[in-house]
């Protein structure tokens, strides 16, 4: 494991950690007035585009640095 797979699984952390804030301001600002099922589908989907585009920022890395 080198450092760049490190940084990769540092930021995943980061943005989970910034998801469950999110779920959290959502939660206090809007409270009973969201479903809980909505809630948790915007969340879901908001991880789902940042990790698709951390991947491709660490692909796009990993080709302009190469694998050493």
Do not use: C, H, P, Q
């Not at 301001?25 to 789902?48: K, P, Q």
């Not at 698709?52 to 694998?67: E, Q």
């Amino acid at each position: 494991m080198n450092y760049i797979d490190v940084l990769f699984i540092v930021n995943l952390i980061f943005i989970s950690i910034y998801n469950i804030t999110l779920y959290k301001d959502i939660r206090n600002n809007y409270g009973e007035a969201i479903n809980n099922l909505v809630l948790f589908v915007v969340v879901s989907v908001t991880f789902f585009i940042e990790t698709v585009f951390l991947i491709i920022l660490f692909k796009l890395i990993y080709a302009l640095i190469g694998n050493f």
